[in-house]
């Protein structure tokens, strides 16, 4: 039963550029969210995507953007790259709305800004 | 506003020796609440849930935690700590108040370091 698969594990990038992130959730679960986690710090939440659509978001401006397939993967997009980005960024995936299914994460993608 | 604090950024134990990792969390709605744990360079494992009934969970590795609503707290405790249970601990809290459960809010994190 394969988890939440991210890729690419490592990412540099320059400021300014743009990134995608890939997220594939663990089998069975419909519902992919994703946190950025700088260095020291807890998680901080992103969005949710449920059947496509993005239903909750956090603090976060509209630089970050994301999508969800019709096969639940989702990708996560960071427009015009500020040093300020450079994190741990974490999808999680769960079945939506079901609150005795918790999060399972992935291991993550790292991304540098340089 | 909806916040999770853990007071404690490093702990350190001795190999064999209890520990116990605090969280406390704010804001009205009834909430549930996950203790996760990451090791460096990974992503986050699930030690244990608590949604409903009763108050202390057991999870896996031998930790519990157990929910003081009249605290608001969610303390995570191991009787007997490893050597391999080195790792940084996030207490996690969602509320039933209509939002997505997907949405948690993360405390700070605790860094445990263990002593041979």
């Known amino acids: 039963d394969a988890g939440v698969t991210q890729s690419p594990t490592h990412l540099i990038k320059t400021r300014g550029q743009q990134v995608t992130l890939r997220c594939s959730p663990k089998?069975?679960?419909?519902?992919v969210s994703w946190y950025q986690q700088a260095l020291g710090q807890g998680p901080q939440f992103i969005f949710q995507?449920?059947?496509?659509?993005?239903?909750q978001r956090g603090n976060f401006p509209d630089r970050f953007s994301g999508h969800q397939f019709p096969n639940y993967s989702s990708e996560l997009n960071v427009n015009a790259l500020l040093l300020g980005d450079s994190a741990l960024y974490l999808c999680a995936s769960t079945l939506y709305r079901a609150y005795n299914s918790p999060l399972h994460f992935g291991n993550g993608t790292r991304l540098t800004v340089t | 506003a909806q916040s999770v604090t853990q007071p404690d950024i490093h702990i350190t134990v001795s190999e064999g020796a209890s520990l116990e990792l605090r969280c406390n969390y704010s804001y009205g709605a009834t909430p549930y609440l996950f203790w996760y744990v990451q090791s460096p360079g990974q992503g986050l494992q699930l030690l244990l849930k608590y949604f409903s009934g009763d108050t202390l969970v057991q999870g896996i590795k031998g930790f519990e935690a157990e929910f003081k609503r009249s605290q608001s707290s969610f303390n995570l405790r191991k009787p007997s700590v490893h050597w391999s249970d080195a790792a940084e601990y996030f207490c996690a809290v969602g509320w039933f108040d209509g939002g997505s459960q997907g949405n948690l809010i993360f405390g700070k994190g605790t860094k445990l370091s263990v002593k041979p």
């Open positions: 089998s069975g679960h419909d519902t």
């Open positions: 995507y449920y059947e496509e659509e993005e239903r």
